[in-house]
């Protein structure tokens, strides 16, 4: 059971807001780690300030059929449909590991309608052991779905200030980059009751194949990750560092300590590691090391300081 | 197939011994790997990062192919950017390899004397350790295997081997399945498992087959693998349980070994 983290003796410790306080601004991203559980056998996940489950949905879901996933030019797409075992099996199957553990747990949930999204967070609210919810108004890969959310001013600010309701959580909104104005959205989400804005969800983009004349994923559309987005994501966690006063996660295409440091630099007060703890299963827990070995030893800044220092 | 339990996975650096070309298109890799080496077993698979660099970006998996001593081999295919990479790869280079992944085959299984291994194409890689572990246990084996063309087979450490080709230019013409109808009745009275490798339809067409025959198979699927580890979701198959209700698993992590009887090939 993850008591309060000694937030003021670790070099690198941060607090998002309403009780998520980080040992260290490293979380690993949602749908890279499932749900902790074979990570853990790989990496020590108590090294990391959190990790943000898969996407959790109000009935289990199947997901989309293959090919799920296609690797790109330092990159890769995905279209898995969010697949997962809805949120009862997760309270059932899922939580006993996770509440065991010695970091954060932040859920991300998704779902149809507002109705849904609250429904979710309903039956989560008394469940001990997750320390927020990052809502996921931006998967691009199911049709219809969360992403009409994600997109729209108002729509973004209607579920937030719904969900502000229904939970004295940490709330988490994650923005999609397939907006014209990235920083508008952000916006909603703050004026919704948002306690911090994560970013940026998968890029939309597509994979073809012309001999046989199909795509190379079933979706036809995919979710594009990895080193290939980082230099649109940071763009976007500036964009939205000079608009909102609540804390960024900034996330994409994060493969080392240096990247990590570029996302603080432009207004990220944490980061997120996704498609990397595919290629290397310890990546987080390195990257968080370095994070605190460097803000222990570096003199002249802290961190804190050293989030948004960017000079132009 | 059977489940592993002894399985605890290593991610590791590990030296290249030696690199053959065997074909113009197929290598066996050797590597040194004290850790993980004994803990193998026939049908496992392991993930592995072709180079250092983000290009390609992830790991690719390959199945055991044979353990020497500390020593691991692969035997590779070239398809595309990673395994041209590992075609070329030098001795002294390493691999970051994280392993063993999978379950295994079958092959401690009491409901058989002859095992018969089928392959196509690369599908003969992991029938080498498979063969072996097999006749440690004092089965008889008997081998398929099936290929394009003549200069695409490779067959070496396998005996008891019946060749096949599209194209005829080696043993029979025709693939693998029409093979083994062949063999078949001369191996009546024995009482047999049929373990395969290769590609989707072949495997889908020998599935329909010794399901048919009522002759237990096992397959050794392929998929696209994003991580080998159960955290993508990037490698589901279709299984068709006992009752008769049908689930996503992923290949990885309920695989790559599945019993005929349940794959539902995507067809
Ligand atoms: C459990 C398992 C065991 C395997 N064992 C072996 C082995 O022992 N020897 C061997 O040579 N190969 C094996 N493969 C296949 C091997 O992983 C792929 O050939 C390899 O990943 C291709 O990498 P690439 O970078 O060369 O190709 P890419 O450039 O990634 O792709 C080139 C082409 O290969 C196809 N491809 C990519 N990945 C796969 C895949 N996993 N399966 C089938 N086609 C794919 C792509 O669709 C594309 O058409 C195995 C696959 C699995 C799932
Ligand atoms: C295979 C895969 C599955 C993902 N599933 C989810 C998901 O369920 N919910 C979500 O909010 N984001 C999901 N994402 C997006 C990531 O959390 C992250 O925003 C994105 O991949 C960018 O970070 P990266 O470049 O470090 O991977 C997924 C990404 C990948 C690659
Ligand atoms: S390859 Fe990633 S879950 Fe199976």
């Given at each position: 059971m993850l008591t309060t983290q000694l937030t003021e003796i670790r070099p690198a410790s941060i607090s998002l807001g309403r009780g998520l306080d980080l040992k260290n601004p490293v979380l690993l991203a949602s749908g890279t780690v499932?749900?902790?559980?074979?990570?853990?056998?790989?990496?020590?996940?108590?090294?990391?300030?959190?990790?943000?489950?898969?996407?959790?949905?109000?009935?289990?879901?199947?997901g989309n059929l293959p090919q799920r996933i296609v690797e790109t030019p330092a990159g890769m797409l995905n279209a898995i449909g969010l697949a997962n075992v809805g949120v009862e099996k997760f309270i059932e199957e899922k939580m006993p590991f996770l509440r065991a553990q010695q970091f954060h747990t932040v859920v991300n949930i998704v779902g149809k309608s507002v109705d849904d999204y609250c429904e979710v967070v309903r039956r989560l609210e008394d469940v001990e052991g997750i320390s927020g919810y990052?809502?996921?108004?931006?998967?691009?890969?199911?049709?219809?779905?969360?992403?009409?959310?994600?997109?729209?001013e108002r729509a973004t600010f209607e579920i937030t200030s719904e969900l502000r309701k229904c939970t004295n959580r940490h709330l988490m909104i994650k923005l999609t980059p397939n907006v014209t104005s990235i920083a508008t959205i952000a916006l909603a989400a703050e004026r919704g009751g948002a306690d911090s804005v994560s970013l940026i969800n998968t890029v939309v983009g597509m994979a073809v194949n012309y001999k046989t004349r199909k795509p190379m994923l079933k979706n036809v559309t995919g979710g594009l990750s990895g080193p290939a987005i980082k230099p649109i994501a940071l763009a976007k966690v500036w964009e939205v560092y000079n608009a909102v006063k609540i804390p960024i996660v900034g996330m994409g295409g994060i493969t080392n300590f240096e990247d990590a440091m570029e996302f603080f630099l432009v207004g990220a007060s944490a980061v997120q590691v996704g498609t990397m703890n595919f290629v290397s299963p310890n990546i987080g827990a390195t990257v968080a090391e370095q994070i605190e070995h460097y803000f222990s030893t570096e003199k002249g800044t802290t961190f804190k300081n050293f989030i948004g220092s960017f000079e132009i | 197939m059977q489940i592993e339990t002894d399985n605890e996975i290593r991610d590791l650096s590990l030296?290249?011994?030696?690199n053959k070309q065997l074909t113009p298109s197929i290598n066996v890799i050797v590597l040194h790997a004290p850790e993980v080496a004994s803990r193998f077993k026939a049908g496992q698979f392991m993930e592995i990062k072709v180079n250092d660099s983000l290009f390609p970006l992830l790991r690719r998996p390959f199945s055991i192919h044979r353990v020497v001593g500390e020593q691991i081999e692969i035997m590779s295919k070239v398809v595309g950017i990673g395994t041209k990479i590992l075609y070329s790869l030098k001795a002294g280079e390493k691999l970051q390899t994280l392993a063993p992944l999978g379950n295994t085959f079958g092959y401690d299984k009491d409901d058989f004397d002859l095992g018969v291994l089928i392959?196509?194409?690369i599908g003969v890689a992991p029938m080498v350790m498979l063969e072996e572990t097999l006749r440690a246990r004092s089965k008889d084996v008997l081998n398929i295997v099936g290929a394009r063309t003549a200069e695409e087979l490779v067959t070496r450490y396998l005996t008891n081997v019946h060749l096949a080709t599209d194209d005829g230019t080696a043993g029979f013409k025709g693939n693998v399945i029409s093979l083994f109808s062949e063999i078949l009745p001369s191996l009546k009275g024995k009482r047999l498992r049929v373990f395969a490798c290769g590609p989707n339809p072949m495997l889908n067409a020998l599935s329909k087959f010794c399901n048919a025959q009522e002759i237990p198979c096992e397959v050794s699927i392929e998929s696209t693998m994003g991580c080998g580890i159960g955290i993508c979701y990037g490698c589901p198959v279709r299984i068709k349980h006992s009752d008769g209700t049908i689930h996503n698993k992923l290949l990885c992590q309920y695989g790559s070994v599945i019993d005929a009887r349940e794959i539902l090939f995507d067809e």
């Open positions: 499932s749900y902790g559980e074979e990570l853990s056998k790989l990496t020590d996940l108590s090294k990391l300030g959190g990790i943000v489950t898969k996407a959790i949905s109000l009935e289990v879901r199947e990052e809502i996921n108004l931006s998967c691009p890969n199911v049709k219809g779905e969360c992403i009409i959310f994600g997109v729209d | 030296e290249v011994i030696s392959s196509g194409g």
